[in-house]
Structure formats: structure tokens, C-alpha cells
């Protein structure tokens, strides 16, 4: 597998946010958004095998499979077997533009799927049948810039059956605070979350 980075910090979106989590971030990606703060996973990296992976993560409980689009790695369902095999809960992150009815149904393995908005300019690139696949334990999330965006957002969750936990996330200009007036107001089923890594540790790499 092509990896850009591996690390422990804390885990600062979705559900486990706070949970201190191993992070194996993998090179290349199919979208290009216009807001992405992981640019520097697009190329370049190394490569380790599934085993050498398992050898890095032994000690670890919560991993999570980030990227890029991990997807992408021809190997990925083996190490995602492999991590839940050794007992790891395992969170995979992928941005909603992939098939993911191979990834393995498993309790302790969370998919993390972004429904991207208008701001990212890549909205046209999701597979809305994805969201029938994902369970009760997964989290569908949407990153808000902008009231485009959460009008986007919340179209898409009228529209929508959704059994899984829904995560409203800022970036950019608009501030958690409207979107969580917004949910409130609105009587939103969603989470509304910070991300707590830059809040913490700023807009930086490794964290």
C-alpha cells in the first residue's frame, strides 16, 4: 500500500471525537476539493505492505484508515480484515464518490463517508446509493462552508432515509456556533462537531 503518513494523536471529527487514535493515512486521491486540508496526502508517500502495517499498529486499540481515498489501495480490504481480525475498532474514512458495498460489515469497523457540498466543487461526484449501504453504527458527514452548504445538507437529509449518525462539521468561513443555531432552530437529528485537532494544535500536518 502507497502510505503518506502514519501517527497517534487525537481523533478530531465524527463520533470518536477525542479518542486518542492511531491514524494510517494513505497517498492519492480521486476528488480534488477546492477546501482540503490534506493536499500533501495527494502524491509522493511510501510503501508497506498490509503486514508491515499490522507491525506498526500492534499496540494500538482505535485505528482509523484515512487518506487521500483509502479506497483507492488495491490492498485495502485485506488490511481493513486484518485490522478487525486483531481486534482493533477501526474507523474508514472515504469521501463518498467510491462504491462501498465491499467494505466489510463489520461491528467493529465504522465508516466515516462525506457527502460533499457545493463549496468543495466536487457535489457532483458522490454516489448517493452509498448512503443505503451505510449502518446504524456509521456516520455520513457533511464539511458546511457557507448557507449553500447547509441548505445543501439539509435537503439531503429530508430527502433521505439515513439510519446512521449525521455529522455537521465547519470549515472555512462559517462559524459552529450558526450551524449550531441552525440545528437547534431547525430541530436537526444531526451532530453538529468542531474539529477538534485544530482547535487544539492549529491547521497543521501529524495531528
Same mark, same amino acid.
Given at each position: 500500500?502507497?502510505?503518506?503518513?502514519?501517527?497517534?494523536?487525537? =481523533? +478530531?471529527? !465524527?463520533?470518536?471525537?477525542?479518542?486518542?487514535?492511531? *491514524?494510517?493515512?494513505?497517498?492519492?486521491?480521486?476528488? @480534488?476539493?477546492?477546501?482540503?486540508?490534506?493536499? *500533501?496526502?495527494? $502524491?509522493? +508517500?511510501?510503501?508497506?505492505?498490509?503486514?508491515?502495517? @499490522?507491525?506498526?499498529?500492534?499496540?494500538?486499540?482505535?485505528?482509523?484508515?484515512? +487518506? !487521500?481515498?483509502?479506497?483507492? =489501495?488495491?490492498?485495502?480490504?485485506?488490511?481493513? $480484515?486484518?485490522?478487525?481480525?486483531? +481486534?482493533?475498532?477501526?474507523?474508514?474514512?472515504?469521501?463518498?464518490?467510491?462504491?462501498?458495498?465491499?467494505?466489510? &460489515?463489520?461491528?467493529? /469497523?465504522?465508516?466515516?463517508? $462525506?457527502?460533499?457540498?457545493?463549496?468543495?466543487?466536487?457535489?457532483?461526484?458522490?454516489?448517493?446509493?452509498?448512503?443505503?449501504?451505510?449502518?446504524?453504527?456509521? =456516520?455520513?458527514? *457533511?464539511?458546511?462552508?457557507?448557507?449553500?452548504?447547509?441548505?445543501? &445538507?439539509?435537503? *439531503?437529509?429530508?430527502?433521505? $432515509?439515513?439510519?446512521?449518525?449525521?455529522?455537521?462539521?465547519?470549515?472555512? !468561513?462559517?462559524?459552529?456556533?450558526?450551524?449550531?443555531?441552525?440545528?437547534?432552530?431547525? !430541530? /436537526?437529528?444531526?451532530?453538529?462537531?468542531?474539529?477538534?485537532?485544530?482547535?487544539?494544535?492549529?491547521?497543521?500536518?501529524?495531528?
Amino acid at each position: 500500500m502507497k502510505i503518506c503518513e502514519m501517527f497517534r494523536s487525537i =481523533q +478530531g471529527e !465524527g463520533r470518536t471525537i477525542g479518542k486518542v487514535t492511531y *491514524f494510517v493515512r494513505t497517498v492519492g486521491c480521486n476528488l @480534488m476539493c477546492e477546501w482540503c486540508d490534506t493536499k *500533501f496526502s495527494y $502524491d509522493g +508517500g511510501y510503501d508497506l505492505s498490509v503486514d508491515e502495517i @499490522m507491525d506498526a499498529v500492534r499496540d494500538e486499540r482505535n485505528i482509523c484508515v484515512t +487518506g !487521500g481515498e483509502p479506497l483507492l =489501495q488495491k490492498d485495502i480490504y485485506e488490511l481493513l $480484515d486484518a485490522l478487525v481480525a486483531a +481486534g482493533k475498532h477501526v474507523v474508514l474514512e472515504t469521501n463518498g464518490s467510491l462504491d462501498i458495498s465491499k467494505v466489510p &460489515a463489520r461491528a467493529d /469497523l465504522v465508516i466515516s463517508m $462525506d457527502m460533499k457540498c457545493p463549496s468543495s466543487g466536487m457535489s457532483n461526484r458522490m454516489i448517493e446509493d452509498n448512503v443505503r449501504l451505510l449502518k446504524r453504527s456509521d =456516520q455520513l458527514k *457533511f464539511i458546511i462552508v457557507d448557507r449553500e452548504d447547509l441548505e445543501h &445538507a439539509v435537503s *439531503f437529509i429530508d430527502s433521505h $432515509d439515513l439510519v446512521c449518525d449525521i455529522i455537521l462539521s465547519p470549515a472555512g !468561513g462559517i462559524d459552529v456556533i450558526i450551524l449550531a443555531e441552525e440545528a437547534v432552530r431547525r !430541530g /436537526l437529528d444531526v451532530r453538529v462537531l468542531p474539529q477538534l485537532h485544530k482547535i487544539i494544535w492549529g491547521d497543521r500536518r501529524s495531528v
